[in-house]
């Protein structure tokens, strides 16, 4: 019987009948898709409409030969992409949801005393004549325990707390700042959207309730004052409230007593005792939270003995003691018709001053 391989009439004169010699003219798929030209389909032909039997084949460059399956997958991938850039640019940012303009607004008031300021008895002991109630700094500021509240965790509440906590011993604590002229430790603190209203109370401080450096920092002159020790007497409370459901309100309210000597004066020099209350309202949203940062959008203080009309928007300025005492100088007499004057300086009395 013969191969079944071969033709029945046998294999054709002046031939082997293997295919291997024609091998060489024998078009694979990638010469056909890679051809100038291509052939009318039998339906084409059949139509009529064309004046010839090719048509010239489209290039599409490298992608003329990727099957359709991949361009599909291409084209996808291309409107998802596209999609993703257009929502992405389109919908509003964490930091774009933050209203702009000055977000912080700042009350300052000078406390004048009404008799001659006297040094503390005993330098060495600075705050034995302090009432009970105050603690030894960070100690005294009355930090609660962490809830949960309507919309925020137990644990989302620990670390806005802790953030308020560690803002406050920087900005009202810590020796950098009180009397050594450093911005940068409590700049950690601020938010993005509030970065450019904090550069600009550091840099040109005004008294136009939102670009005082005081009302972020207790700072005192490093020129003109001096830490008699760096211990702070602190007395007051924090609480915890939703101002949205996705912001947390945390409110202090704490009066922080410092010992202060004439900068560059020696140990023995008269030690005065300055008062300091700071009363401020931080916003904190999820985010914040996550960052550590936090949006302080309202700052009260009142600080004392120290003159009514001098400026306290840069420094805060203390009447300090001479070994004799100081008496203050006599308040300025404010005319309401003066309209040059901020009507929101406010200037009151020391009490027990």
């Given amino acids: 019987m013969g191969d079944p391989r071969e033709p029945p009439e046998g294999a054709p004169e002046g031939g082997s009948g ?88 700042v009350s300052l008031m000078a406390l004048s005393p009404t008799a001659t300021v006297q040094p503390v008895g005993d330098p060495a002991h600075p705050f034995a004549a302090l009432p009970v109630g105050y603690g030894d700094g960070s100690a005294g500021l009355g930090v609660p325990a962490a809830a949960a509240t309507a919309h925020f965790t137990k644990i989302e509440v620990t670390r806005a707390l802790d953030t308020v906590q560690r803002y406050l011993v920087a900005s009202s604590l810590a020796p950098r700042a009180l009397t050594q002229g450093d911005t940068g430790d409590v700049r950690t603190f601020v938010t993005p959207g509030e970065l450019a209203q904090y550069d600009q109370s550091m840099a040109t401080a005004s008294d136009d309730q939102h670009h005082a450096a005081t009302g972020w920092i207790v700072r005192f002159d490093p020129a003109q004052v001096a830490l008699a020790t760096a211990s702070v007497k602190v007395t007051g409370d924090v609480r915890v409230d939703e101002s949205g459901d996705g912001t947390l309100r945390i409110s202090t309210d704490h009066t922080f007593v410092y010992a202060l000597r004439a900068a560059g004066a020696p140990e023995s020099a008269p030690v005065t005792l300055q008062s300091v209350r700071r009363e401020l309202h931080f916003d904190l949203d999820r985010g914040d939270i996550a ?63």
């Fill in 291 to 353: 960052a550590g940062q936090l949006r302080l959008v309202d700052s009260v203080l009142q600080s004392g003995p120290t003159a009514c009309g001098v400026p306290l928007a840069n420094y805060l300025q203390p009447i300090l003691a001479a070994p004799g005492g100081t008496a203050p100088p006599a308040p300025p007499a404010i005319d309401p018709g003066n309209h040059a004057r901020p009507a929101w300086q406010q200037c009151g009395v020391l009490a027990n001053g």
């Fill in 18 to 105: 293997n295919e291997d010699e024609y091998r060489s003219v024998v078009f694979d798929e990638s010469f056909v898709r890679a051809a100038r030209i291509q052939e009318l389909s039998a339906r084409e032909r059949l139509g009529g409409g064309f004046g010839r039997a090719t048509r010239p084949r489209i290039r599409l460059g490298p992608l003329g030969t990727v099957p359709r399956q991949a361009v599909a997958l291409l084209l996808v991938i291309v409107l998802a992409f596209a999609a993703a850039v257009y929502f992405g640019i389109s919908s509003p940012s964490r930091e774009g949801t933050r209203p702009a303009g000055s977000q912080l607004t």
